[in-house]
């Protein structure tokens, strides 16, 4: 877009909002808390470039020959340890990346944790607004998740790491099995979309423990 | 013995109910006492109730013929006002303080029923009665005859008031499910459980333990009860195992699919969940739902009184009720001598043990006359059974009659796909043919297993074979020691020349005659014996009655049982309230709803909402003083186009599409010409289908080299998707193309009008430039606005007007729409709506979904020359079909009416004016209607046929339904700013 010359006012800055205003209930040992501060940007080889996409996924998620990142191995490192980005398959040939949102626009930051010439590699679009993220996490987290998720959660079917696309009450979600909380207690991350966060948070609610 | 137990007159010693739990009940107004343990059913009959219902057809007294869920006559209504609960049975409701229970099926008294005159009339209701009777007049049926037998006939009703019980569903997921608990059903899961499977073990009883709790016998040295309430207690201590009681597997579904209903509260919830439907999907499935009894046809063989001989077992041993203070037994297998025994042992008067069997060796218990060879031709008794006649003339008294004609395996879910049961002799019944639901393995009396210990071993063998089956190494576990009772059968089903009211299926009033007629008149096949008797339809699905209802018409036609065969069996396998299958899908939960992300300030700002899908978008916004949405609208419109308006349409589909050959796959995929599209430019695309009519419309913008991203219409949002990712994935996977859904990613406002330029330049960041010059018609960019927020901004207008899109990631949704109200302040800007949003587009002439309806074509709506046709693309073959081009073909006009203070309908036909009004005449319709506030007139567009040459025509808009016959005349669709001098501006 062309530029013109510098304009003499000033306009107003916007406030961001989360899908849910920040959501949290903790009740009977169980937790449900919006996460609110990741970005998160799909990604996709372009043709030909999958072999290439693979083998630095290999190496940053220690994932396996076929690209799918190997149970309780989603979450890379930085070289201090801290966690660096979650990779998520969402489809065939296709994943979402997730980081802590700095406040860099999500795709130059995707970029730099891909690499300059990987990145063009890829196709990748910010999902950051596009999905409400709820942690669900607790001693009665699956017994939440049997009410609306038509999957099977356990630990032997669900090991860390493992995500999955579902239908919950008639919305598409995206499951994915988190490290275990303290005590052993097992952690979900629930994703769907943000137009219709209100409705598929009150259909977790809507669930035990929360419900009754 | 405490006062509850004295009360109750036929409660005895011994049983599974808690004594120390005394529980108040009320049944037809009166008040009994029963104990925690019980079902209504033992109940009732504890306190001496045999009579509780009526029967369906000839209102003939009835009372408990069972003691589970195969139960035929004792049906009665639970709860009062909205929580009433009709044909329940009384031998599988668990008893709890307050129930309130009322008979059904009867006009006045049970015990003096009017409609009991059916009885008297039954000669003249047999089988076919409504087909031969109500034939004549026709116009009878539906005034007269029809309300007059519905009244008549039917179990029980509904309260008619919204259900105030809560119900939910879920998912459960393990290796193995186990239905049943009785011994098989216990070893099965024993063993599989300590092989490590994951396991679920389900049982439509509260008490589990199946009729180890029913029975006298011994495993391991203890009582069979003991010994099911250890096993439980051993598999309640294991991680991998959830037990569900009260839960019934009600169908055997594809994939290793169960459906399951859990009772959590029945009858009780006090506001918690009532019943929860299950989908339990399994790996393997271990059936051991046990066997059904069955009874002897003779005449008046259903007083109350008259039971079959196991579930007098069950009274006697599981719940410390004798069912009769004299009892008889007419049996034509060993099951009913171990009746006796219990009977016997438990201080029960046995009056005679009457087999139809005469060459057998039993002895029965001290002081019991026997009857070899014998047959009860008769009963006596009007409300309750008073004795027993038999075929040699003799008389027996008898207050309650044990009948045992065999055990049929309980088959119905191995029948669930399909399958059909073969004929085994040695049982005289049905057992599970080859063709079993995947993954199912039945064992025990399920699968013709009639005896203790080999159940318990056959059970044992089902669950070690499933671990196997499925990698585990089979845990090596000891048979519990137990003795194979005696079972041998004569197979016996009614009793020849007792056929006066000789009922087979209890709950239709179906009996032996009945069948002969239906063999007589033609319908002998086992199907059209049902349909036309009604054997074995309503609630309990003829599970006692539909094996000895084919083994006599197998009799009267002279075939075996098994050239006769069954009818087919499916689910549910118990009645499951609709309530269960919509669980929590009701009221605010019914479906889920989307909202925009200016939703929390549209609705501050009192708009009023429509639901467009799950979206609910602003239709308009009212102000003070405004008192019917037309000033609203007119006002937003005429706001909009004098100064500068805002909407939200953020519910446009938005995809993002990259990829080297981007270019190429939206060329393909658009019926006019993308190849060429330049960066920082946006194109009007139309997509056809493949069969050339036209799917839907929007625009794409390219935003770089390989990158674009293509809005659609609200409605066809996903199915747009849809369709691209068929033809990126199917159609031509060798495109480097990648889609993705942006719709949720940005909040998208049209800012439109005179002012538009002005106010957003009040909100772009220094050095952004949208002149007309920097940023023409059509042009789109990225955009920082508002101090650094990267936008993405788009000079498209749906409105006819100066117009942009901008559109903000969704967290700034909110703030956008505040800030550009802010923004627009001085020059009066006004947020609109839906409404004013299509009165726009109808005064330019834009198509929207009821122009492009699936129905119709580029060339109809004036964009043929869109269609390119020096390239490929989706559609553009079958656009070409003669039909499709034809000279007279319909083609989009707009329409006033010729009195413009007339109003429009949509959907309205044009006819000729002079011509009739019928559908020959028919020239083209109305596809949608505004009063434009501009033209002060109602406007429209609409397809007639070679609409371009008629502009200036008079027709009549015609709308039977809307009662409206007016003069339009037709003429461009443009109604304002045909040259589009104003958007571009």
């Given amino acids: 877009m062309a530029k013109s010359a510098p304009m003499s006012k000033t306009p107003p800055s916007l406030t961001a909002q989360s899908p849910l205003g920040g959501y949290e209930m903790i009740t009977g040992g169980t937790s449900l808390i919006e996460i609110t501060s990741l970005s998160m940007v799909s990604v996709a080889p372009l043709a030909g470039s999958q072999t290439a996409f693979q083998t630095a996924m290999a190496k940053l998620f220690k994932t396996g020959k076929n690209g799918s990142p190997k149970p309780k191995a989603t979450m890379a490192l930085d070289r201090s340890g801290k966690p660096r980005c979650i990779l998520m398959p969402s489809a065939q040939n296709h994943w979402f990346l997730c980081f802590d949102d700095d406040g860099t626009n999500p795709i130059d930051a995707a970029k730099a944790l891909l690499g300059k010439s990987l990145s063009k590699q890829m196709a990748m679009t910010d999902q950051s607004d596009s999905w409400v993220i709820l942690a669900l996490s607790g001693f009665y987290s699956r017994q939440t998740l049997a009410r609306i998720c038509p999957i099977d959660c356990s630990a032997s079917a669900m090991p860390i790491g493992t995500t999955a696309r579902a239908s919950m009450e008639h919305l598409g979600a995206i499951i994915t099995r988190r490290p275990d909380e303290g005590d052993h207690q097992p952690c979900f991350w629930l994703l769907s979309a943000r137009s219709s966060a209100a409705s598929f948070l009150h259909a977790i609610i809507g669930s035990p423990p929360f419900r009754n | ?985």
């Avoid at chain 2, 009799?555 to 069996?569: L, Q, R």
Wanted: include cysteine; aromatic fraction near 8%; glycine fraction near 10%.
């Fill in chain 2, 1 to 985: 013995m405490s006062a509850a137990s004295l009360s109750q007159k036929n409660r005895i010693t011994g049983g599974l109910v808690d004594r120390n739990q005394p529980l108040g009940f009320r049944f037809d107004g009166q008040h009994y006492t029963g104990f925690a343990g019980d079902t209504l059913a033992s109940a009732l009959l504890a306190n001496n109730v045999r009579l509780v219902g009526r029967s369906f057809k000839y209102h003939r007294p009835r009372g408990i013929l069972t003691a589970g869920s195969e139960e035929p006559s004792a049906l009665v209504t639970i709860g009062d006002g909205a929580h009433q609960d009709p044909n329940s049975r009384a031998t599988t409701a668990e008893l709890f303080d307050g129930i309130s229970a009322k008979s059904q099926t009867k006009m006045g008294l049970l015990s003096f029923d009017l409609m009991a005159v059916n009885d008297f009339l039954s000669p003249l209701l047999g089988a076919g009665f409504y087909y031969k009777t109500f034939m004549w007049p026709a116009a009878f049926w539906e005034k007269i005859y029809e309300p007059i037998i519905r009244k008549a006939a039917g179990l029980g009703s509904l309260s008619g008031l919204a259900d105030p019980d809560q119900y939910d569903k879920g998912y459960l997921h393990c290796d193995l499910l186990v239905i049943g608990s009785g011994p098989s059903g216990l070893m099965a899961a024993l063993a599989a459980a300590k092989s490590g499977l994951q396991i679920i073990l389900a049982d439509e009883d509260f008490c589990l333990g199946g009729r180890l709790n029913a029975e006298r016998q011994e495993i391991d040295g203890m009582e069979s009860a003991s010994f099911a309430e250890s096993s439980l207690a051993k598999l309640a201590a294991m991680d991998n195992v959830r037990i569900m009681s009260k839960t019934t597997i009600f169908g055997a579904f594809d994939h290793g699919c169960y459906g399951a209903l859990e009772r959590v509260n029945e009858h009780n919830a006090n506001g918690s969940i009532r019943q929860i439907f299950w989908h339990i999907r399994s790996q393997r499935c271990i059936l051991a739902a046990g066997a059904t009894e069955r009874p002897i046809a003779f005449s008046n063989n259903d007083r109350p009184g008259v039971m079959l001989a196991g579930a007098v077992r069950t009274y006697v041993n599981r719940f410390g009720v004798a069912p009769g203070k004299r009892v008889a037994i007419f049996t034509n297998n060993d099951d009913g001598w171990a009746t006796a025994q219990d009977l016997h042992a438990a201080g029960v008067e046995v009056t005679a043990i009457i087999d139809s069997r005469t060459d057998i060796a039993k002895t029965p218990p001290t002081g019991v006359p026997t009857v070899l060879g014998g047959q009860i031709v008769n009963t006596t008794g009007r409300l309750g059974l008073r004795s027993v006649t038999l075929n040699n003339g003799t008389h027996i008294p008898a207050d309650c009659l044990a009948v045992s004609g065999g055990w049929s395996p309980t088959v119905h879910l191995t029948c669930h796909q399909r399958g059909h049961p073969v004929w085994n002799d040695a049982i005289a019944g049905f057992v599970p043919g080859g063709n079993l639901p995947d993954g199912m393995i039945v064992t025990g009396a399920a699968n013709g297993v009639m005896t203790l210990a080999s159940c318990l071993q056959s059970g044992l063998k089902a669950g070690q074979q499933a671990a196997h089956d499925l990698g585990f190494k089979p845990a090596v576990i000891k048979p519990p020691r137990a003795a194979d009772e005696s079972f041998a059968i004569q197979p016996f089903w009614h009793v020849k020349g007792s056929d006066k009211k000789a009922f087979v299926d209890f709950q239709n009033d179906v009996g032996v005659k009945d069948i002969k007629q239906s063999h007589r008149e033609g319908f002998r096949s086992v199907e059209h014996l049902k349909r036309y008797t009604t054997l074995g339809m309503a609630t309990d699905q003829g599970k006692i009655a539909n094996i000895p209802g084919l083994a006599i018409l197998a009799d009267i036609s002279g075939k075996t049982i098994a050239e006769t065969g069954t009818t087919i069996f499916r689910p549910p396998y118990t009645p499951v309230p609709i309530a269960a299958f919509a669980g929590r899908s009701r009221g605010k939960d019914f479906r889920p709803t989307r909202l925009t992300p200016s939703h929390k300030w549209a609705s501050a700002k009192g708009a009023v909402f429509v639901e467009t899908g799950a979206w609910l978008r602003a239709q308009w916004y009212p102000k003070t003083g405004e008192t019917e949405w037309r000033q609203s609208v007119d006002r937003e419109v005429l706001a909009t186009r004098a100064s500068v308006g805002i909407c939200d349409v953020t519910t446009l589909g938005k995809i993002d599409i990259q990829g080297h050959d981007a270019a190429a796959f939206l060329n393909y995929v658009y019926a006019n010409g993308f190849a060429k599209l330049p960066i920082g430019k946006t194109r009007y695309g139309l997509m056809l289908r493949e069969d050339g009519m036209v799917m839907d419309d929007g625009t794409t913008a390219r935003l770089g080299e390989t990158h674009y991203v293509m809005t659609t219409t609200t409605a066809n949002a996903v199915g747009v998707f849809r369709h691209l990712e068929f033809c990126r994935q199917c159609l031509w996977p060798e495109l480097d193309v990648q889609l993705i859904s942006i719709t949720e990613q940005y909040a998208q406002y049209a800012v439109a009008g005179p002012n538009a330029r002005h106010l957003l330049e009040k909100l772009i960041d220094s050095g952004e430039d949208i002149s007309n010059e920097a940023f023409p018609f059509m042009a789109c960019g990225e955009i920082s606005i508002c101090g650094g927020v990267k936008a993405r901004l788009f000079r498209i207008s749906f409105s006819g007007e100066l117009a942009f899109e901008i559109a903000v990631p969704s967290r700034y949704g909110d703030a956008m729409i505040r800030a550009l109200m802010t923004a627009g302040e001085e020059f009066g800007v006004t947020p609109y709506g839906t409404e004013a949003l299509g009165v726009m587009r109808i005064e330019k002439g834009h198509v929207a979904g009821n122009e492009l309806n699936g129905q119709t074509t580029a060339r109809q709506m004036g964009l043929g020359r869109m269609v390119s046709q020096s390239k490929d693309s989706i559609g553009l073959v079958l656009s070409r079909r003669p039909e499709l081009v034809r000279d007279d073909d319909y083609e989009l006009i707009g329409l006033k009416p010729v009195n413009s203070d007339q109003p429009l309908i949509a959907g309205s036909h044009f006819i000729g004016i002079g011509a009739s009004t019928v559908a020959e005449n028919d020239e083209g319709w109305v596809t949608s209607i505004a009063y434009s506030p501009h033209l002060k007139s109602a406007i429209g567009l609409g397809y007639i046929r070679r609409g371009n040459s008629r502009h200036g025509d008079i027709v009549r808009a015609v709308n039977l339904l809307g009662g409206q016959d007016i003069k339009v005349e037709l003429c461009s669709p443009h109604f304002i700013d045909p040259e589009g001098t104003r958007l571009h501006g």
